[in-house]
């Protein structure tokens, strides 16, 4: 910590502090009484309750660790190079929270940068908002391999974590999305794409909802909340993924995915799928995880 931050939390006077057990790092300072944030005894049992359920569940998708610290289990994410490759978390309930204490991929040197972290968060986030439980941890970056703190802050918040200036600094959390039980508008719809590539016309698959206002630019005046163009070539034996693109209001819904798991569906006999130009950290993230998981050859360029 630099100087002026470190005067800059001393003068922040903190209500108590929580040993990590983490030596560089042995105290975490709370500013806020979370008190404020609790509700009666009857809401906390309930709370209770849905901590209880997500750690049956999140206990049923992953295998205890035999070996390291209390709480490690481990995502088997497959065979790469000859190496298996793992994902290990570490989870436990802590004022009011289910705290993420680490996640990362082994071995890093092979199975690293291959998507397989972010498709266990992706899992652990699905979880949580199923169950109305909100997340929280610490940005901290360990290991030889690992991302630095502004890239590792970035990873996090593409899953929605936020920083908490109620917590010392790096301290971020992430609120369960509101569950709605009202009945989804939302389907697929293949059609002819209105944007022309390089004079090629594309095909779009689209995830539509009834109830979303008329798009523009991209969306042409549709309902799509997202849409990926696409066209076949070489005869018909490969797919070149010429653009996807989610409205502002609805990331972070899975559409993305959804439409990638469309494509490779349909298209699971074909030669190649290839994604063109890769241009941010988050198609590159499903790029990685698609290209080591798909059984069809998947290629693109990052820029």
């Known amino acids: 910590m630099k100087y002026a931050e470190l005067v800059k939390a001393v003068a922040r006077k903190y209500l108590r502090r929580v040993a990590t057990g983490n030596p560089k790092r042995p105290w975490r300072y709370i500013y806020k009484d979370s008190s404020e944030k609790k509700a009666t005894t009857e809401q906390e049992l309930t709370l209770e309750q849905r901590f209880d359920q997500f750690l049956s569940e999140y206990e049923s998708m992953s295998q205890q660790n035999p070996i390291g610290y209390p709480g490690d289990r481990y995502w088997y994410m497959g065979e790469h190079e000859g190496k298996h490759c793992l994902v290990m978390t570490n989870m436990s309930v802590w004022d009011g929270q289910m705290m993420f204490n680490s996640i990362q991929t082994v071995p890093a040197d092979v199975c690293g940068k291959k998507g397989f972290a972010s498709k266990v968060m992706n899992k652990v986030v699905d979880l949580a908002d199923k169950h109305q439980i909100p997340l929280s941890l610490e940005a901290m970056p360990f290991g030889q391999e690992a991302l630095s703190k502004p890239e590792l802050e970035s990873w996090y918040k593409r899953s929605g974590f936020k920083q908490d ?20 508008t ?13 004079g090629v016309q594309a095909s779009r698959i689209a995830v539509t909802d009834e109830s979303a206002k008329h798009g523009t630019g991209y969306f042409d005046g549709s309902k799509d909340v997202a849409f990926l163009d696409y066209s076949l070539y070489d005869g018909g034996d490969r797919v070149f993924i010429h653009y996807m693109k989610t409205r502002d209001e609805n990331r972070g819904q899975g559409h993305g995915r959804a439409l990638l798991d469309s494509l490779y569906e349909r298209f699971k006999d074909k030669k190649e799928i290839n994604w063109g130009k890769i241009m941010h950290d988050h198609a590159l993230d499903l790029f990685q995880e698609y290209k080591s998981e798909s059984k069809v050859p998947t290629y693109g360029k990052v820029w």
Do not use: I, T
């Open 165 to 184: 200036s109620d917590y010392d600094e790096g301290f971020m959390v992430r609120e369960p999305k509101a569950s709605s039980k009202k009945k989804s």
């Open 186 to 198: 939302v389907y697929f719809s293949e059609k002819r794409s209105p944007l022309e590539y390089n």
